[in-house]
């Protein structure tokens, strides 16, 4: 069954560096997402994706961060200059089409930022 | 904005009961919504989605119903087992269509 990757599963970084997170979703889903749960709280949407650009995102999502689709597979989400407060899981999803599929979510990446 | 609560936070029952578990939302308004489990440490696992025009999904054990006039949902587990123990997060597709708003989430024990 076709499944949502992501690598890595952990990643470690010193405050103020760059990451990528990287994604390969489902191939013949059209629409990409990144959401992140810091430990204990709720999932929380961070991004959409569709068409090579951006559908949405929400206040969390600010100038620190992007996403890119670079080929046809991977789907990545790089933050520019970490902060504490990004250390989360981040994980991302995708689907066919955004109202009547479901989201299929990749297992996630743990990021740690000291 | 849309908010999504869960109720109870936390359960704990016996195997073999038969259980409720409850998510609210504030804007009627929704597309659809869909029930996922989590394991600790781990993704998401999307268990049923339902459409805003449908009343009920089900897949095997599970039946989730929807009442979007009243706000509600709720994922009804039969015969529950040690392996449905985890977290139950339901999650509505509202306002910007592509937006998906989680709930608190419940997280369940079954125990054997």
Known sequence: ?114 | KQEVTQIPAALSVPEGENLVLNCSFTDSAIYNLQWFRQDPGKGLTSLLLIQSSQREQTSGRLNASLDKSSGRSTLYIAASQPGDSATYLCATNSGGYQKVTFGTGTKLQVIP
């Not at chain 1, 997170?21 to 929380?44: A, D, T």
């Open chain 1, 1 to 114: 069954e076709p499944e949502v990757t992501q690598t890595p599963s952990h990643q470690v970084t010193q405050m103020g560096q760059e990451v990528i997170l990287r994604c390969v979703p489902i191939s013949n889903h059209l629409y990409f997402y990144w959401y992140r749960q810091i430990l204990g709280q709720k999932v929380e949407f961070l991004v959409s994706f569709y068409n090579n650009e951006i559908s949405e995102k929400s206040e969390i999502f600010d100038d620190q961060f992007s996403v890119e689709r670079p080929d046809g597979s991977n789907f990545t989400l790089k933050i520019r200059s970490t902060k504490l407060e990004d250390s989360a899981m981040y994980f991302c999803a995708s689907r066919r089409e955004p109202t009547y599929n479901e989201q299929f979510f990749g297992p996630g990446t743990r990021l740690t930022v000291l």
